[in-house]
Nanobody, 127 residues
Framework: QVQLVESGGGLVQAGGSLRLSCAVSGRIWNSYVMGWFRQAPGKEREFVAA????????YFADSVKGRFTISRDNAKNTVYLQMNGVRSEDTAVYYC????WGVGRTDYSGTQTYSGWGQGTQVTVSS
């Protein structure tokens, strides 16, 4: 079981950029898929983006496609979420998550497939 710690959240103006980081402790096998989710007040946690640890294929929710990118640094055991062109609706607590068997899946959007979660980092977009 890996441990995840998110950082980089904060207050940003609409249209601005922010980069979130997820530091991963523990061994990440090639079967892992790492994801970012978010949860706004009163709403369910929703999928944002995912990346295959091996190969680096990426997947995005339609709501962030073209604005957010996800990447990983294998040497640093870190996953990043670059948020560009942020909007008020991007305001939420952002969580990093790990799916140890994600390589065998075709759908990365379900929270139930992720067994490791960080504590979350708050992102607030001001208009």
């Amino acid at each position: 079981q890996v441990q995840l710690v998110e950082s980089g959240g904060g207050l940003v103006q609409a249209g601005g950029s922010l980069r979130l980081s997820c530091a991963v402790s523990g061994r990440i096998w090639n079967s892992y898929v790492m994801g970012w989710f978010r949860q706004a007040p009163g709403k369910e946690r929703e999928f944002v983006a995912a990346i295959r640890w091996s190969g680096g294929s990426t997947y995005f929710a339609d709501s962030v496609k073209g604005r957010f990118t996800i990447s990983r640094d294998n040497a640093k055991n870190t996953v990043y979420l670059q948020m560009n062109g942020v909007r008020s609706e991007d305001t939420a607590v952002y969580y990093c998550a790990a799916d140890p068997w994600g390589v065998g899946r075709t759908d990365y959007s379900g929270t139930q497939t992720y067994s490791g979660w960080g504590q979350g980092t708050q992102v607030t977009v001001s208009s």
